[in-house]
């Protein structure tokens, strides 16, 4: 059941550092990753994932890593794949899936597959029809999600992503997606209590209450950030019926710009890519009156630029995205409280969508 909780949604945001404890539990070894179910990657030269939602944004999160470690990756829509790029036999396919049923993704799994690409199953349900199809399986071992909003369940494919990212880094490329291991394992080490003090410290109830009645809700970011602002962006429109919008903070200039007015509040992520850019851009709407808000560290310099804070713990840059996507599923949460939604089932959706 629910048991204190208003809503399995806020169960499940609250659950994050267990579940995120049991996604790393035994895959860390001091400064190395252990994933025994899957065999070397050696030989791959080129990754693609497939997905859908907030699962399509862990891959967004997936591919860049690997980028980060010279590997050539690229995150696709399922529903769109069959006009991808090529498949060879030496590229692998990784689905990212929660449900492990979604059609859309099966759907590109089982393209993957005739094209002859070596196929893994990221997901949360052993037994799930991906794993039966797809090659090899990491479970991402978040536990039962019930909420249609995906939350614990996006961190730990993010955290099992991470893993996953760094075991390719090391035997296609022979590098590492994170500039410093050991910062980045102590960082991995310390996620559940960063996202336990990022939800003690819940101050999303108050910025809720305080933007309420806007005519939209725009989310920016950029490279990690860019995925935790669509992330945040669709899970916001999912549950408050609010109209919300994820963009590349560069792209702002580019034409989203016009929508902005003071009753478009704009959440800027800040995870330590090109923020500086980032901050140049939240200040671009600021001057059409709109009021931001920066998810980001104590002292970091948006903070003193915003209207608002919404802070998240110093930690590696590849986890930053992690911590800052735990403050906006708040902020989802507490609008969509106070809007009197349908939390845990919105309307027109389902928990797993299997049909094309
Ligand atoms: O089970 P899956 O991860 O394949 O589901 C994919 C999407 O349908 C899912 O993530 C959806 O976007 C969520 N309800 C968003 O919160």
Known sequence: GKGSYDHYMLKEIHNQPTSLANTVEGRIEDDGVSLTELDTFDGVT???FVACGTSYHAALYGARLLNAAGVRARAFRASEYGTADPITDETLVVAVTQSGETADTLGA????????????????????????????????RAGPEIGVAATKTFSSQ???LCLLGHRIGEDVTGDLPWDDPTTFFESLRSLPENVREVLDGDRAHELADRYLG??????IGRGLGYSVAVEGALKFKEITYEHAEGFASGELKHGPLALVTPQTPVFAVFTGTDDQ????????????????VAVAPEGHPAVDAADAHL???????ALAGLLANVQLQLVSYHTANLLGRSIDKPRNLAKSVTVE
Request: proline share 6%; hydrophobic share 40%.
């Open 277 to 292: 850019k980032t901050l140049t851009n939240a200040k671009e709407a600021q001057t059409r009156g709109a009021p931001i």
């Open 214 to 219: 806007s005519e939209a809700f725009f989310f």
């Open 46 to 48: 080129d990754v693609q």
């Open 109 to 140: 799994l089982e393209r993957a597959e005739a094209e002859g690409a070596r196929t893994v199953a990221v997901t949360n349900v052993q037994g799930s029809t991906v794993s039966r199809e797809a090659d090899e399986t990491l479970l991402v």
């Open 158 to 160: 993010v955290a099992a």
């Open 311 to 317: 802070p998240i713990p110093d930690t590696d840059p």
